[in-house]
T-cell receptor, first 114, second 110 residues
Framework: TQLLEQSPQFLSIQEGENLTVYCNSS?????LQWYRQEPGEGPVLLVT?????EVKKLKRLTFQFGDARKDSSLHITAAQPGDTGLYLC??????????????FGKGTKLTVNP | SQTIHQWPATLVQPVGSPLSLECTVE??????LYWYRQAAGRGLQLLFY??????ISSEVPQNLSASRPQDRQFILSSKKLLLSDSGFYLC?????????FGQGTRLTVV
């Protein structure tokens, strides 16, 4: 079973600070995705990284896929209270039937204090 | 665009009672559909997935079952709920390298 380990589990910072959260695995994934979830709602896709070493930017968020496609990081610059939420990484995992399923990490709960 | 409807939003059920959660998808055909459970705002545990009508794969042996009676309908059921079945249940359509989730059902078994 492919596992994704996310760290840290909890992060509480002040508005304006920078932060990085990590998603690591011993398995190779064809792609990794990052989602953000607010309480009582379903996760919403932020980005998908596919190529080893790939870097994608989404405003103040920078996502990187490791060269070996086993890990990824999310860096937030100048965090704002609106960034508060649960950040989940997910990797493609092929099934026996040929379809794919997503394996999720346990998430990083981020709180940005004003 | 794809839309996932999931209901009810919240549910409080006594131990031993049955359960039926429904999920329907719009905007796509022959979708791969998934049921996840999330405990206490943490990671998502895959429960069932379905690649077509009548095709169900179970990831974790448990008190729950799933059915796919129609192409765009996915149902999560239980004959007798346990306290440990409490949690946040999410239905998802997973396409190529992206997942779309319903709003979730908060189930509390009392």
């Amino acid at each position: 079973t492919q596992l994704l380990e996310q760290s840290p589990q909890f992060l509480s910072i002040q508005e304006g600070e920078n932060l990085t959260v990590y998603c690591n695995s011993s398995s190779v994934f064809s792609s990794l995705q990052w989602y953000r979830q607010e309480p009582g709602e379903g996760p919403v896709l932020l980005v998908t990284v596919v190529t080893g070493g790939e870097v994608k930017k989404l405003k103040r968020l920078t996502f990187q896929f490791g060269d070996a496609r086993k890990d990824s990081s999310l860096h937030i610059t100048a965090a704002q209270p609106g960034d508060t939420g649960l950040y989940l990484c997910a990797g493609d995992s092929p099934t026996q039937g040929g379809s794919e399923k997503l394996v999720f990490g346990k998430g990083t709960k981020l709180t940005v204090n004003p | 665009s794809q839309t996932i409807h999931q209901w009810p939003a919240t549910l409080v059920q006594p131990v031993g009672s049955p359960l039926s959660l429904e999920c329907t998808v719009e905007g796509t055909s022959n979708p791969n559909l998934y049921w996840y459970r999330q405990a206490a705002g943490r990671g998502l545990q895959l429960l069932f997935y379905s690649v077509g009508i009548g095709q169900i794969s179970s990831e974790v042996p448990q008190n729950l079952s799933a059915s796919r009676p129609q192409d765009r309908q996915f149902i999560l059921s239980s004959k007798k709920l346990l306290l440990s079945d409490s949690g946040f249940y999410l239905c998802a359509w997973i396409g190529r390298r992206e997942a779309f989730f319903g709003q979730g059902t908060r189930l509390t078994v009392v």
